[in-house]
């Protein structure tokens, strides 16, 4: 791309001529890079230890600037948004995608490859595979042509863009014609280069055709001869064949008009290796029609010199020169092409572009321009070093594909790597060469147009794409683009879209950038990519307080430290804002626990899935109190006492909780051996206790009483009177029946 080696920065840190002074401050400039979108970040900084700068009584301002620039400008609205721009006599589609669209070519070229590795080895050398490649490079040189015509619709018509071009209908036309020529590179007909040098660069002009053939005395126009000779030598046998059936008709010389007459079948009948079957029949019919050439050279040779001019022109000059062309004459093709310029020597190099192996030297060396011409040619009219176009259009004519790669890059990253995709499977380079980035020449140049999709970050589909299709590098690469998507997972209020998958993904469905991440992880067989994902996830709702989902995607990512931690601050909830909020927060996460219970088997986790349960138990038991549901709530906590669900860190708050439930006057909640259970439990606390070890089991209540050990302890002198009022209630009202037996502890 067109990316600068510097950026200026505005407003500038200091005045012209103010560096010496800026380090005399003590200051340096320090950046950083975006893993999201390669943007630089930059600000000053102290190049010191601060308390060396004090002494030395160095002193800036607090506030600083920072300043954000980026190495290249992303993609924009010609490339990358949608357009109904053109009208419809362009025939382009209402939708014009340039990279997504060329992407589906890309992926349709690797889905060839893949055939080729895993199915049928040959399928890349085959007729049947070089055919799907030249017609899937075709696809590309279309939708450069379709770019090219929408970039310039505007000088058509009258036409308010929200954004200018950032690149013109010409660079969509370079594009055009580089491509369209590289995918000729692995098809060695030279009838189509002359195609393609006759589509991309006419001359002459239909019009100049056109007014030749309205003249009645054409040969009269001083623009006469040029056209034919530069009709003939680009293969144009039509037009060639008119001017020659005029001549022979209306010339007032006798033997330009045998001659055209002669000239004409010899110029419509040039022999074309498409239109024969083997090497063979095309060598004899060419050896044929070269032995035609031969003798027409001879009658014009005996042509008298006094009949060689028509009183307006030397005829018989130009038409040596037409036969001449014809016979492969070094001296005149390379006249003609030096008078042509540019497009003439475009015209040689498609001459020599290619050889056809197996080729009798001699039907070579007449049927190709010959090298040397190419020599003298490019010694007289060299390649214009600054002119991209120019530079790979040689290097490709040459057979110099890494070269002209080069020269893409310059012009357009998207070319270098498209082109050097096709190549690839073209056999036109060795694949398997590496440098020391242990990336091949064609790996190289997708991952720099890859890394200039990164530019915008909404590109990252296509960016890990590109990636995942360049071995172990790109995929590393890819790798830690996902891990950077931004999620989306907090609500938008400005955003519509983004809001309405928000609200579906908290009703639990995977939707949105993370449905996406998860399908490309999924694509790619990228597991370890989607559990950080998740666990990315599960720490934005945890923020969000959404512990639900939290959970979900803990247990998704099989991320069980990441669960213990979601268990910590569900149960933090509790000590910050009370059961009421507790239970509600919590209400949630029940189904999650019952189907981690029902998919996992005891391992490594099992005392997460624990913890977790004992949250889900404790907000059930809270909700249930809340309700008024107070024998269930003594269940409750009878059950997490004998299941062994409540860590012994919450079994002081536990019993505080169940006071309410001990001391409720309208029935006997709690059983008398349930009631011992809990007198054995308090009792525990108690010895642990005095035994110092006062953290394991007095912490989460000193947290919640706000008043230390201390106040911990008498709060747990009020759940032992509560117990004790409540065991005595037990013997006078016999619940449970006489024959229970007191437990002394």
């Known amino acids: 791309m067109t990316s600068k080696h510097y950026a200026t920065l505005v407003p500038p840190l200091f005045a012209h001529g103010g560096v010496d002074d800026f380090k005399q401050s003590g200051r340096t400039l ?34 600083v600037p920072i300043y954000f620039a980026s190495p290249e400008r992303a993609p924009t609205s010609e490339r990358r948004t949608v357009c109904n721009l053109l009208p419809f006599h362009y025939a382009i589609p209402h939708y014009l995608q340039f990279l ?67 690149f013109s209908a ?100 040039y022999p074309r290796l498409q239109n024969f079957s083997t090497e063979r029949e095309f060598a004899k019919a060419f050896r044929r029609w070269r032995d035609k050439v031969k003798m027409l050279r001879i009658a014009l040779d005996r042509v008298p010199d006094d009949d060689r001019e ?27 092409c030096l008078d042509q310029g540019q497009i003439g020597r475009k015209f040689v190099l498609c001459g020599v572009y290619l050889s056809i192996p197996g080729y009798d030297d001699e039907i070579y060396r007449d049927y190709w321009v010959p090298s040397e011409v190419v020599t003298h040619i490019l010694d007289e009219m060299p390649s214009d070093p600054t002119d991209h ?24 990253i998207w070319l270098a790597a498209h082109v050097a995709d ?10 398997d060469e590496f440098d020391d980035s242990e990336l091949s020449l064609r790996d190289q140049y997708i991952i720099d147009y890859a890394e200039h999709l990164r530019t915008d970050p909404a590109l990252w589909r296509l960016t890990v794409d590109y990636m995942y299709s360049c071995g172990p590098v790109g995929i590393e690469m890819a790798d830690q683009v996902l891990m950077h998507v931004p999620l989306r997972l907090r609500p938008a209020k400005n955003e519509p879209t983004v809001a309405d998958d928000n609200a579906k993904i908290r009703a639990g469905a995977v939707v949105g950038v993370l449905k996406e991440i998860s399908q490309t992880c999924f694509d790619y067989q ?111 906590v009878v059950a997490m006492f004998r299941e062994e669900v409540a860590p012994k860190s919450w079994w002081a708050v536990l019993l505080c909780d169940a006071v309410e439930l001990l001391q409720y006057g309208g029935g006997m909640l709690f059983a008398p051996h349930d009631a011992c259970l809990l007198i054995h439990k308090l ?63």
């Open 30 to 63: 320090q950046s950083s890079l975006s893993p999201r979108d390669r943007s630089i970040a930059v600000c000053v900084s102290p190049n010191a230890d601060p308390q060396v700068l004090r002494s030395q009584n160095a002193s800036y301002p607090k506030v």
């Open 422 to 431: 096709m190549m690839e499977c073209l056999d036109l380079f060795d694949a």
């Open 170 to 269: 010409e660079h969509y036309r370079r594009l055009y014609t580089c491509f369209s020529l590289s995918t000729i590179g692995g098809f060695p007909v030279g009838d189509e280069l002359m195609d393609w040098i006759n589509n991309h660069f006419i001359e002459p002009s239909t019009e100049e055709g056109d007014r030749l053939s309205s003249e009645d005395r054409p040969w009269e126009d001083p623009a006469f001869w040029p056209y034919l000779t530069r009709t003939t030598l680009r293969g144009l046998s039509k037009a060639s064949s008119f001017f020659l059936n005029v001549l022979s008709d209306n010339h007032p010389s006798q033997n330009l008009q045998e001659l055209s007459r002669n000239l004409c079948p010899l110029v419509a009948d």
């Open 526 to 636: 990228r597991e370890g990519v989607r559990r950080m994902v998740c666990r990315v996830a599960a720490q934005t709702f945890i923020q969000e307080k959404e512990y639900a989902l939290a959970v979900s995607y803990c247990v998704s990512a099989e991320d069980w430290p990441g669960l213990g931690h979601v268990v910590d601050r569900v149960l933090d909830e509790y000590i910050a804002r009370g059961p009421e909020q507790f239970a509600r927060l919590v209400a949630n996460i029940a189904p999650t626990l019952h189907s981690l219970r029902a998919d996992t088997g005891a391992g490594a986790h099992e005392v997460f899935v624990y913890r977790l349960a004992f949250a889900v138990r404790f907000a059930e038991f809270h909700r249930r109190r809340i309700n008024g549901e107070l024998q269930d709530a003594a269940t409750d």
């Open 100 to 166: 997504s669209d060329t992407f589906v070519i890309f992926e349709a070229m690797r889905n060839l490859k893949n055939m080729s590795r895993f199915n049928d080895p040959h399928l890349l050398e085959s007729d049947e595979g070089r055919h799907a490649i030249r017609k899937l490079g075709n696809d590309y040189v279309n939708f450069c042509k379709e770019c090219c015509l929408y970039a310039s619709a505007d000088m058509k018509q009258n036409i308010t863009r929200p954004e200018p071009l950032q």
């Open 389 to 412: 176009e120019d530079m790979i259009q040689t290097s490709l004519f040459l057979g110099k594909p890494v070269q002209a790669l080069s020269e893409a890059a310059q012009m357009d």
């Open 310 to 336: 028509d009183g307006f022109d030397n005829w018989w000059d130009r038409l040596s020169d037409v036969i001449g062309i014809l016979e492969g004459r070094e001296d005149i093709i390379k006249r003609i």
């Open 683 to 745: 009792e525990e606390i108690h010895v642990r206790t005095a035994q110092g070890a006062k953290e394991d089991y007095l912490a989460i209540l000193a947290k919640l009483s706000k008043g230390g050990d201390k106040h911990a302890l008498q709060r747990l002198q009020v759940v032992r009177l509560a117990l004790v009022k409540y065991y005595a209630r037990c013997g006078v009202v016999g619940v449970g029946g006489k024959n229970v037996s007191p437990v002394v502890y």
